[in-house]
């Protein structure tokens, strides 16, 4: 579909570092990537929360929550996975031009998908967390199901069983949930975040 050639961008006069200088506090979006049951959820959850009792401004998007609604209308066919983490990308940029810190889970399978939505940034506003679990572990949790599923054949393309996942080659930030607990996990990224410059 053609874009009209009537758009054009209103720029606004509160600017992003009005929002940092507001919220005494930096933006980015903390993307994590990992497979299904490896934790990016629960992690996603807990570091929200102490963000917040930190007096940091967060919003959470999450997988599911999203195809609740914004994009309901997609599948998973890797046609449809690459349209769903190209919305949540524009949708985390504005996030972070709102001055937020944009936490957002999502299996996210391919690289260069993810590699997409860090090019809609600006430098050091893409913070890539990797939660890293090997299948086995995610197949002994299965919150959902799913493995079990995937397994007897009733979900066809499921990540880690029949159909890829291209781990990060250099995440800002990975956390092991086969060997840090979600306690550690969460205090890796804050620490990370703090040695950055993003919080004080």
């Not at 860090?118 to 679990?133: C, H, K, P, S, T």
């Not at 572990?137 to 493995?147: H, N």
């Not at 066809?156 to 995440?171: L, Q, R, S, V």
Request: glycine share 8%; proline share 3%.
């Amino acid at each position: 579909m053609a874009q009209s050639k009537n758009i054009v961008w209103h720029d606004s006069k509160v600017t992003k570092e009005h929002r940092h200088e507001l919220n005494n506090h930096k933006s980015a979006v903390i993307w994590f990537t990992g497979l299904s049951g490896s934790g990016k959820s629960t992690i996603s959850v807990e570091l929200e929360k102490e963000l917040y009792n930190q007096g940091v401004r967060t919003y959470r998007l999450d997988g599911d929550n999203i195809r609740h609604g914004l994009n309901k209308n997609l599948g998973f066919s890797p046609e449809d996975r690459k349209e769903n983490i190209r919305r949540i990308g524009e949708v985390s940029k504005l996030m972070v031009e709102a001055g937020l810190f944009t936490l957002s889970a999502f299996i996210s399978p391919y690289r260069e998908d993810r590699n997409e939505v860090r090019e809609l940034m600006e430098d050091g506003e893409f913070i890539e967390v990797f939660v890293d679990a090997s299948v086995a572990t995610c197949e002994s949790r299965d919150p959902k199901g799913l493995y079990k599923k995937a397994r007897a054949g009733e979900i066809k393309g499921f990540t880690g069983i029949d159909a890829p996942y291209e781990a990060p080659i250099n995440p800002e930030v990975t956390v092991d949930t086969d060997q840090q607990s979600l306690e550690e996990s969460v205090e890796t990224i804050v620490k990370y975040l703090k040695a950055k410059g993003y919080l004080a």
